[in-house]
């Protein structure tokens, strides 16, 4: 869920902390991604018995993201706080897809390219994973908690450029600047949001806006029934904490959860991930060690996996030497028109979302 119509609040009362970009504009950069948002993307399209095909388009993405020179940081979940437990459990329910990571039961191989905290009971599904990724040369971490934490700290302390994720808690944690819709589609358009430019659109603190992301909802505790993105906005402006607002709000219209438990969302908001600093490594994808894991202990075709190998390294070789034309040009390169006028290419798209949002102002984007 990650925090609850954040997105819409922030499209309406700070545009100017968002950015709309192109995939290619991350070349070179070093981004961590929350590879359960990015493994769930596909399982959500396919049917729950088709186990490969989470595995096949994680090897697709990768490859996506490799080929624009991005060098991509995959993190996983740790153990999930408790306050976490009911959602996680709820969602799994729904999906048909297991339970939390906690539940998960087998043995851990620990690789090269893999930083792991301890040692914790992992699924033979990330297991799968984590090879596939030393298998393709780009480094993994096991959180020991949240991987959006994890993630933020990581962009925090200045170890990535950038998070990608869909989930808007990554703000919340702290995370300075994150990534929407790094897709793998050439004509991506990647919404870029900045957490400083926010806060001071919205003329908040980091602390006041973890209190307003509460409020809006979170995944780790109720929020206050009734209260809309608006008037949750102006209540923090005004009385500055939950407390504050707690103090001022019409509970009859409003009512407060019993024995809410906002504080201690606050508290895991502004945990540091306790992790030493990892040591980043990629390498060039391992063919021979993919098409044995992929084709001869999976049921992936070879002619498939070579072919769309071949296509990353001419696609790769192709970027990188119009990289060096366009770096030999400097400033005379020409520019495109998106690049002065990037809402117009995204124009159509939100009018198509302001027309699924039922005829309100705030959609129940997250």
Same mark, same amino acid.
């Not at 806006?209 to 409020?215: A, Q, R, T, Y």
């Not at 009734?226 to 001022?248: C, F, N």
């Given at each position: 869920?990650?925090? *609850?119509?954040?997105?819409?609040?922030?499209?309406?009362?700070? #545009?100017?902390?968002?950015?709309?970009?192109?995939?290619? &504009?991350?070349?070179?950069?070093?981004?961590?991604?929350?590879?359960?948002?990015?493994?769930?993307?596909?399982?959500?399209?396919?049917?729950?018995?088709?186990?490969?095909?989470?595995?096949?388009?994680?090897?697709?993405?990768?490859?996506?993201?490799?080929?624009? &020179?991005?060098? #991509?940081?995959?993190?996983? +979940?740790?153990?999930?706080?408790?306050?976490?437990?009911?959602?996680? !459990?709820?969602?799994?329910?729904?999906?048909?897809?297991?339970?939390?990571?906690?539940?998960?039961?087998?043995?851990?191989?620990?690789?090269?390219?893999?930083?792991?905290?301890?040692?914790?009971?992992?699924?033979?599904?990330?297991?799968?994973?984590?090879?596939?990724?030393?298998?393709?040369?780009? /480094?993994?971490?096991?959180?020991?908690?949240?991987?959006?934490?994890?993630?933020?700290?990581?962009?925090?302390?200045?170890?990535?450029? =950038?998070?990608?994720?869909? +989930?808007?808690?990554?703000?919340?944690?702290?995370?300075?600047?994150? @990534?929407?819709?790094?897709?793998?589609?050439?004509?991506?358009?990647?919404?870029?949001?900045?957490?400083?430019?926010?806060?001071? =659109?919205?003329?908040?603190?980091?602390?006041?806006?973890? +209190?307003?992301?509460?409020?809006?909802?979170?995944?780790?505790?109720?929020?206050?029934?009734?209260?809309?993105? *608006?008037? =949750? %906005?102006? %209540?923090?402006? !005004?009385?500055?904490?939950?407390?504050?607002?707690?103090?001022?709000?019409?509970?009859?219209?409003? /009512?407060?959860?019993?024995?809410?438990?906002?504080?201690?969302?606050?508290?895991?908001?502004?945990?540091?991930?306790?992790?030493?600093?990892?040591?980043?490594?990629?390498?060039?994808?391992?063919?021979?060690?993919?098409?044995?894991?992929?084709?001869?202990?999976?049921? @992936?075709?070879?002619?498939?996996?070579?072919?769309?190998?071949?296509?990353?390294?001419?696609?790769?070789?192709?970027?990188?030497?119009?990289?060096?034309?366009?770096?030999?040009?400097?400033?005379?390169?020409?520019?495109? @028109?998106?690049?002065?006028?990037?809402?117009?290419?995204?124009?159509?798209?939100? *009018? =198509? &979302?302001?027309?699924?949002?039922?005829?309100?102002?705030?959609?129940?984007?997250?």
């Amino acid at each position: 869920m990650g925090i *609850s119509k954040l997105a819409h609040l922030i499209r309406f009362d700070a #545009p100017t902390s968002v950015r709309n970009k192109e995939i290619g &504009d991350y070349s070179g950069e070093i981004i961590a991604l929350d590879t359960s948002i990015v493994v769930n993307q596909f399982r959500s399209a396919v049917p729950g018995h088709l186990k490969l095909s989470p595995l096949t388009g994680l090897f697709y993405r990768t490859l996506t993201f490799l080929e624009h &020179d991005i060098k #991509p940081v995959f993190v996983f +979940d740790g153990r999930p706080p408790n306050q976490k437990r009911a959602v996680l !459990e709820k969602r799994a329910q729904s999906t048909g897809w297991g339970s939390s990571p906690s539940s998960n039961t087998g043995s851990i191989n620990v690789w090269p390219n893999i930083v792991l905290k301890r040692s914790l009971p992992i699924s033979s599904f990330t297991q799968d994973c984590h090879r596939l990724l030393q298998l393709m040369g780009v /480094p993994c971490i096991m959180a020991p908690g949240e991987a959006e934490a994890l993630c933020a700290h990581l962009v925090k302390s200045g170890t990535v450029n =950038a998070v990608a994720s869909e +989930d808007m808690d990554t703000l919340a944690f702290g995370g300075t600047v994150l @990534l929407r819709q790094l897709n793998a589609k050439r004509d991506s358009e990647v919404t870029e949001y900045s957490l400083p430019k926010l806060l001071e =659109a919205l003329q908040l603190t980091h602390k006041e806006f973890v +209190d307003l992301c509460i409020l809006l909802g979170c995944d780790y505790c109720d929020k206050i029934g009734g209260l809309g993105p *608006s008037r =949750a %906005l102006k %209540l923090i402006k !005004e009385h500055h904490t939950i407390e504050g607002v707690m103090e001022h709000v019409n509970r009859k219209t409003h /009512p407060i959860p019993l024995n809410w438990e906002y504080k201690a969302a606050r508290k895991l908001f502004f945990e540091t991930p306790q992790i030493d600093a990892p040591v980043l490594v990629w390498n060039e994808p391992d063919e021979e060690g993919l098409v044995q894991f992929l084709c001869k202990e999976k049921p @992936l075709k070879e002619e498939k996996v070579r072919g769309r190998i071949k296509k990353f390294h001419e696609s790769l070789l192709k970027r990188r030497k119009q990289r060096e034309v366009d770096e030999k040009m400097g400033p005379t390169r020409q520019s495109h @028109l998106q690049e002065f006028f990037p809402a117009t290419r995204r124009r159509k798209a939100e *009018s =198509a &979302d302001v027309g699924r949002s039922s005829g309100t102002k705030r959609s129940k984007t997250k």
